[in-house]
C-alpha cells in the first residue's frame, strides 16, 4: 500500500540467500527465527559488507538485547505488539537517512574530482600535478601510504612518489615495492588488483606480514599504460573495497590524461615541439577526459556500469560487418563510447526503479539525446559523433524521437548505435527487470527489424553477433549473454 517492492522468507538463512541474489534498501527481521536468527543475520550482513539497512522486531525484547542488536549494525529495533503506522515510519525515515547518505557519497566523490580537474586545470606544471593526485588519493581512500610509479617517457624507467599519511605507522622497515612486471600483466588481461592479507603479498617480491590491503590501478592514455597508482593500509581492519579502487580508477582516467598535458607542455618548451602535433595530442587527451566523465556516469550507477563499453563492441561488429573503412569504424566506436553522453545531465536515481515511469520522467529521459548534441557541438573534433548521440532512438519507421526521422532519413551512424544500445539493454540487468537471454534478444530485434530497427543491419548484426560470440568461446573469454 506505501508503494514499496517487498520480498519475504522464512527464515534467517533464506534472507542471506535473497540478499547474495539481489541488492535491497532494507532487511526487516525477526529477532527469533529457526537455523539462522535476527543477530547472526546481521552479523553476516556485516561480515559480508552488505549494502542494507536492517530493521529488528521482536516479543521478546529487552533493553540488553536492543544494545547487542545495534551494536551488530542494527538501524532500529521494534517491539512486538506493534501498529503498522510505526513500521512504515521506521522505513520511511531509514529509506530517508539511506538516500541521503548516498547523496553526500556522490556529492562528496563528484565535489573531489572537480576540485582535482580544476587544480589541475590550472597547471602544466608536472610536478604540481602529482601532487594534487597523490593528495587526493590519501585523503579520499583514506590510505596509510600511496605511491604513483610513473614511467619517464625517455629512459622507459618508473619513479615513485610516496606520500604517508599516518606518521606514527609503524611500517616493517622500508616500504615494500610493488612488482611493476606482476602488476602490469594484471593490467593487460583485465584484472583488477584488490587483495588483502598474505593473498596481497603475490605482487611483493618479499613477504610483508603487517601489509593488511593493497589496490593498484593503471593510468592510461589511450592503450598504453604511462603508470601505475597505489594504496596500502597498515592497519588492522582497514580494508580496501571495491568501491574506494573504482574511485582510483576515476581519478587515476583524470590523473593520466593530465599528466600527459603537462609533459607536453614541457615537451612544447624544451624541444619546441611542432604545434599541430601538439594540438592533436592534446585533442586526444580532451577526448579521454570527456570519455572519464562518460564512464563516471556509469560507475555511479550499477545498472548501466559497463554498457558504453559493450555498445562500442558492438557497434564496431556491425560497422566492420558492412564493410567500412577504417576511419569510419574508429568514428562509429567512439560514437558508440559517447552516445549518452547527455544522461550527465539526468538524474539516473529517478529512472532506475522497479515500477512504471511517470509522464515527467519519460521527459526528462527523453531530453538525454538533444543534451548530448548540445555537449559535443562546442568540441569541433567531437562533432562527427553527433548523430551517435542524437539519433540513436529514432525509429526506422519514424516513430522514435527526438526527430521522429525514417529510413535512410535517420544518419547510418544512429541506426547503428541504436542496434547495439538496444541489444545491450536486453542483455543487461535493469531495475524494472531482469537480463534477458540472448536467443530472446535476437528474436526481438528480428521481429522489430523494419519498424524499429535498420531491417540491412539487423540481418548483419544477427550474424556478426554469433561470430563473436563463437570467437570468446574459443579464447576462453567471456560471453555475452
Not at 505488539?81 to 547518505?101: C, D, M, N, S
Not at 573531489?112 to 602529482?130: C, G, P, R, W
Not at 556509469?298 to 563499453?309: F, I, K, Q
Amino acid at each position: 500500500m506505501e508503494g514499496y517492492l517487498v520480498r519475504s522468507v522464512e527464515d534467517g538463512e533464506r534472507a542471506i540467500t535473497e540478499l547474495r541474489m539481489r541488492p535491497y534498501d532494507m532487511v526487516i527481521s525477526d529477532l527469533k527465527m529457526p537455523r539462522v536468527g535476527g543477530l547472526e543475520l546481521l552479523e553476516t550482513i556485516a561480515t559480508e559488507g552488505l549494502n542494507v539497512l536492517t530493521v529488528i522486531m521482536t516479543g521478546f525484547g529487552t533493553v540488553e538485547t536492543a544494545i547487542e542488536a545495534m551494536k551488530k549494525g542494527a538501524y532500529d529495533y521494534i517491539l512486538k505488539p506493534f501498529k503498522v503506522e510505526e513500521v512504515v515510519h521506521v522505513v520511511q525515515r531509514g529509506l530517508e537517512r539511506q538516500a541521503l547518505q548516498a547523496e553526500n557519497v556522490r556529492l562528496r566523490e563528484a565535489l573531489t574530482l572537480y576540485k582535482v580537474s580544476e587544480a589541475i586545470a590550472t597547471s602544466l606544471d608536472l610536478e604540481h600535478v602529482l601532487d594534487v593526485i597523490i593528495n587526493a588519493i590519501v585523503r579520499e581512500i583514506d590510505a596509510d601510504v600511496a605511491t604513483l610509479h610513473l614511467q619517464d617517457p625517455s629512459t622507459g624507467k618508473f619513479e615513485e612518489r610516496i606520500k604517508i599519511l599516518n606518521e606514527a605507522l609503524e611500517t616493517p622497515g622500508s616500504l615494500p615495492s610493488p612488482d611493476l612486471q606482476a602488476l602490469a600483466q594484471c593490467f593487460r588481461s583485465g584484472q583488477h588488483v584488490l587483495a588483502h592479507g598474505l593473498k596481497a603479498n603475490r605482487f611483493f617480491s618479499g613477504s610483508n606480514s603487517k601489509l593488511v590491503s593493497f589496490s593498484s590501478v593503471p593510468l592510461r592514455i589511450a592503450n598504453r599504460m604511462i603508470g601505475m597508482l597505489n594504496v596500502f593500509s597498515f592497519t588492522r581492519g582497514k580494508k580496501f573495497d571495491e568501491g574506494m579502487r573504482k574511485m582510483m580508477s576515476i581519478l587515476a582516467s583524470r590523473a593520466a590524461a593530465s599528466i600527459e598535458n603537462a609533459r607536453l607542455y614541457d615537451d612544447l618548451v624544451i624541444k619546441n615541439r611542432d604545434l599541430e602535433t601538439a594540438n592533436q595530442s592534446l585533442e586526444e587527451n580532451f577526448r579521454q577526459t570527456i570519455v572519464g566523465f562518460a564512464h563516471a556516469l556509469e560507475e555511479a550507477d550499477g545498472y548501466t556500469r559497463g554498457h558504453s563499453e559493450r555498445v562500442a563492441i558492438y557497434s564496431r561488429l556491425i560497422a566492420e560487418g558492412i564493410q567500412l573503412p577504417e576511419h569510419e569504424v574508429d568514428v562509429i566506436v567512439q560514437a558508440g563510447l559517447m552516445h549518452d553522453i547527455g544522461k550527465l545531465g539526468i538524474d539516473s536515481h529517478k529512472l532506475n526503479k522497479p515500477g512504471k515511469l511517470t509522464p515527467e520522467e519519460v521527459k526528462m529521459f527523453r531530453e538525454h539525446p538533444a543534451k548530448g548534441k548540445r555537449i559535443l557541438e562546442p568540441i569541433p573534433f567531437m562533432r562527427n559523433l553527433i548523430d551517435g548521440c542524437w539519433c540513436h532512438h529514432e525509429h526506422f519507421d519514424g516513430g522514435g524521437y527526438p526527430q521522429g526521422l525514417m529510413n535512410d532519413g535517420i544518419p547510418l551512424l544512429g541506426r547503428i548505435v541504436a542496434l547495439a544500445d538496444a541489444y545491450d539493454a536486453m542483455t543487461s540487468d535493469r531495475a524494472y527487470r531482469r537480463a534477458l537471454p540472448h536467443d530472446m534478444a535476437v528474436d526481438e530485434l528480428d521481429r522489430c527489424a523494419g519498424t524499429q530497427f535498420d531491417p540491412d543491419l539487423t540481418e548483419v548484426f544477427l550474424r556478426v553477433i554469433e561470430d563473436y560470440r563463437d570467437q570468446c568461446r574459443k579464447a576462453n573469454e567471456p560471453i555475452p549473454r
